[in-house]
């Protein structure tokens, strides 16, 4: 299994509650770094960011991938 650190330490913002993909191939993680807003995104093994949530309206204190 890859190291999520490198990858991560190489976004210029802060990230938290990283969790790898079940294959493997996608990492999630929360940032705060637009506005002080929290959001979920997705880092694939080649270091493409997507967004797959914005402006979370509650409190998230890990993150867990589900099957399907």
Avoid at 3 to 26: C, K, M, V, Y
Avoid at 36 to 61: A, F, K, P, R, W
């Amino acid at each position: 299994e890859q190291q999520i650190e490198p990858l991560l330490e190489s976004l210029p913002q802060s990230q938290f509650f990283a969790d790898w993909s079940p294959n493997g191939e996608e990492i999630a993680f929360l940032s705060d770094h637009e506005d002080d807003v929290t959001n979920i995104y997705v880092m694939d093994e080649s270091g493409n960011v997507i967004q797959v949530s914005s402006n979370l309206d509650c409190v998230v204190d890990s993150l867990e991938w589900s099957p399907g």
